[in-house]
């Protein structure tokens, strides 16, 4: 168990519609990452959050949008979502900046299925 | 354009014998470097990592190896076991893992009984 959690587990849904994926960070990470692992693909990375501010975008699309709140649990947002959109969504957290080199500990994942 | 690069998409190794995941990777900016381990229905797994000053990590029966001048990884697991049956991640950052990471796509490892 890594400490960071996910929700929902699974998600299937209809094109054009939105969905909210939710994350819970390790206790005392500051930083939330968000990746998407498509077939066959490694993990991409979509947006990074720390502290509340955005920190890091990498290729999210502009149907996809993300925040951090102030109890640090992080949300994913995708709307008019297309069958392309289908992968599993992971969220990633780490201290960032408190010891030299910090690995991120990954979470169980999101599944998202578009039909 | 990738990044970080695993050539070999499956790998299958005898109980007992060593296992050698390769990674490559192109940005020289990199500096800390990590194997993650992935099974079906979970998120990946923090497995070892290696920073840039080093050139050999251990960890019990996982070992990370870094050779700067041909942008080269590699991990080691002797002995495999069945148990390391997975999917490994080599992933890179630029700076020292407070950036998101750079993945590969990843090796299959299958370790027959």
């Known amino acids: 168990d890594s400490g960071v959690t996910q929700t929902p587990k699974h998600l299937i849904t209809a094109t054009g519609q939105r969905v909210t994926l939710r994350c819970s960070p390790r206790?005392?990470?500051?930083?939330v990452y968000w990746y998407q692992q498509s077939l066959d693909q490694g993990l991409q990375f979509l947006i990074q959050?720390?502290?509340?501010?955005?920190?890091a975008k990498g290729n999210i699309l502009e149907r996809f949008s993300a925040q951090q709140f102030p109890d640090l649990h992080s949300e994913l947002n995708l709307s008019s979502l297309e069958l392309g959109d289908s992968a599993l969504y992971f969220c990633?957290?780490?201290?960032?900046?408190?010891?030299?080199?910090?690995?991120?500990?990954f979470g169980p994942g999101t599944r998202l299925t578009v039909l | 354009d990738q990044q970080v690069k695993q050539n070999s998409p499956s790998l299958s190794v005898q109980e007992g014998r060593i296992s050698i995941l390769n990674c490559d990777y192109t940005n020289s900016m990199f500096d800390y470097f990590l194997w993650y381990k992935k099974y079906p229905a979970e998120g990946p797994t923090f497995l070892i990592s290696?920073?840039?000053?080093?050139d050999k990590n251990e960890d019990g029966r996982f070992t990370v190896f870094l050779n700067k001048s041909a942008k080269h990884l590699s991990l080691h697991i002797v002995p495999s076991q069945p148990g390391d049956s997975a999917v490994y991640f080599c992933a890179a950052s630029a700076d020292s893992g407070n950036t998101p990471l750079v993945f590969g796509k990843g090796t299959r490892l299958s370790v027959i009984a």
């Open positions: 206790s005392g990470d500051l930083s």
């Open positions: 959050y720390y502290n509340g501010e955005e920190r």
């Open positions: 290696i920073s840039s000053i080093k």
């Open positions: 990633a957290s780490s201290v960032v900046g408190l010891t030299t080199y910090n690995e991120q500990f």
